[in-house]
T-cell receptor, first 112, second 118 residues
Framework: DAKTTQPNSMESNEEEPVHLPCNHS???????IHWYRQLPSQGPEYVIH???SNVNNRMASLAIAEDRKSSTLILHRATLRDAAVYYC?????????????FGQGTELSVKP | DTEVTQTPKHLVMGMTNKKSLKCEQH?????MYWYKQKAKKPPELMFV???????INESVPSRFSPECPNSSLLNLHLHALQPEDSALYLC?????????????????FGAGSRLTVL
């Protein structure tokens, strides 16, 4: 499985934008980039995913580098509820039997 | 219904007990997953079922026995566990894993069952 690298932790101020980086230099051409987050005492929840183009949804935006070796999850206005561990995950186009493998993730704290 | 429901929320068991964790979804998903998560660590994949058949077993010890009786239900049977098996057990589901773009399928997770083995 291709590997992702994320900072262990990041801090943000409430109501400011947050850019969470992810490096995936060994990504293959058909790997999807997924982001999940896990709030304290909850199961992980899906945030966003993309293949080549930038993506927006109601939760966040995903900016994918042109060479696809890195991506950035953008939270446009952080709230205290966004404090969570954010996981960047590569998932094979043909899905390799169903694996979604979590890396270490980035723990985001949001200050009021 | 867009939820994955896991029961029980908490379970305490002795090393000689037999117990089961249950997971249910009614989203029409045909893939279901078990993950194990220790404190301050990422979830680790244990098993994947696709169309009620076991498709992945990540070398999990046989004291954990999964079962998928139908497309909505996933069980994890526990027997002769060790204290180090104490963890949060997470269930997830997604659309089926056949098809060219199944790598885009999104997982919906339950809140987990917290297991303590004494």
């Amino acid at each position: 499985d291709a590997k992702t690298t994320q900072p262990n932790s990041m801090e943000s101020n409430e109501e400011e934008p947050v850019h969470l980086p992810c490096n995936h230099s060994t990504i293959s051409g058909t790997d999807y980039i997924h982001w999940y987050r896990q709030l304290p005492s909850q199961g992980p929840e899906y945030v966003i995913h993309g293949l080549t183009s930038n993506v927006n949804n109601r939760m966040a935006s995903l900016a994918i580098a042109e060479d696809r070796k890195s991506s950035t999850l953008i939270l446009h206005r952080a709230t205290l509820r966004d404090a969570a561990v954010y996981y960047c995950i590569l998932r094979a186009f043909y899905n390799q039997g169903g694996k979604l493998i979590f890396g270490q993730g980035t723990e985001l704290s949001v200050k009021p | 219904d867009t939820e994955v429901t896991q029961t029980p929320k908490h379970l305490v068991m002795g090393m000689t007990n037999k117990k089961s964790l249950k997971c249910e979804q009614h989203m029409g998903h045909r893939a279901m997953y078990w993950y194990k998560q220790k404190a301050k660590k990422p979830p680790e994949l244990m098993f994947v079922y696709s169309y009620e058949k076991l498709s992945i077993n990540e070398s999990v010890p046989s004291r954990f026995s999964p079962e998928c009786p139908n497309s909505s239900l996933l069980n994890l049977h526990l027997h002769a566990l060790q204290p180090e098996d104490s963890a949060l057990y997470l269930c997830a589901s997604s659309r089926g894993l056949a098809g060219l773009s199944s790598g885009a399928n999104v997982l919906t997770f339950g809140a987990g069952s917290r297991l303590t083995v004494l």
